[in-house]
T-cell receptor
Framework: NAGVTQTPKFQVLKTGQSMTLQCAQD?????MYWYRQDPGMGLRLIYY?????TTDKGEVPNGYNVSRLNKREFSLRLESAAPSQTSVYFC?????WGRGANQPQHFGDGTRLSIL | SQQGEEDPQALSIQEGENATMNCSYK?????LQWYRQNSGRGLVHLIL?????REKHSGRLRVTLDTSKKSSSLLITASRAADTASYFC?????????????????FGKGTKLTVNP
């Protein structure tokens, strides 16, 4: 049981290059999330997908796009990378319940992205 | 903006001692969660406490919630070197109904705990 799998684990890009971060979960979860983690800033939500076919902006969406490819997969794309996007990116997933019934989120081990 | 704020930012203790971390938040919540992050790894869920609960236990973990003070604490008893990690609280700052419903969490900046052998 792999849980949440992120690829690649490490990546170095030059300013202006594009790339896609991949995320897949095998827990049959409906909701998936992309976060970035910067020193001293905690985790900040970039985009999320409540269910297959829907995506919504989080706290820091500028410079990113997402695709919910199917129930298992949720990708994050940087169209034109900038040094400010140097960060560790985490994907997470969770089941969905009714209002006010948060469930734990399951995280991947992250993609460490450096943009020169 | 950060909903939850952990205190202290860093904590260093000896093995066998208890570790207490605090989390304060700003708006009303439905529930609060605590997560652990080992160096170089993703976050791992520890415990969830609902707004109508005051205390919850899981093994050596004890979480309290005081909604009147908008605060929570995480106590790790008889700490071990393996407890060395960063600990985050997370609250549901906003709920938005879409096709399937979704719960968004807002994370604090974390407390870095070091347990010395």
């Amino acid at each position: 049981n792999a849980g949440v799998t992120q690829t690649p684990k490490f990546q170095v890009l030059k300013t202006g290059q594009s790339m896609t971060l991949q995320c897949a979960q095998d827990m049959n979860h409906n909701s998936m999330y992309w976060y970035r983690q910067d020193p001293g800033m905690g985790l900040r939500l970039i985009y999320y997908s409540a269910s297959e076919g829907t995506t919504d902006k989080g706290e820091v969406p500028n410079g990113y796009n997402v695709s919910r490819l199917n129930k298992r997969e949720f990708s994050l794309r940087l169209e034109s990378a900038a040094p400010s996007q140097t960060s560790v990116y985490f994907c997470a997933s969770t089941t969905t319940w009714g209002r006010g019934a948060n469930q734990p989120q399951h995280f991947g081990d992250g993609t460490r992205l450096s943009i020169l | 903006s950060q909903q939850g704020e952990e205190d202290p930012q860093a904590l260093s203790i000896q093995e066998g001692e208890n570790a207490t971390m605090n989390c304060s938040y700003k708006t009303s919540i439905n529930n609060l969660q605590w997560y652990r992050q080992n160096s170089g790894r993703g976050l791992v869920h520890l415990i969830l406490i609902r707004s109508n609960e005051r205390e919850k236990h899981s093994g050596r973990l004890r979480v309290t919630l005081d909604t009147s003070k908008k605060s929570s604490s995480l106590l790790i008893t008889a700490s071990r070197a393996a407890d060395t990690a960063s600990y985050f609280c997370a609250t549901d700052a906003e709920y938005r109904i879409t096709q399937g419903g979704s719960e968004k969490l807002v994370f604090g900046k974390g407390t870095k705990l070091t347990v010395n052998p």
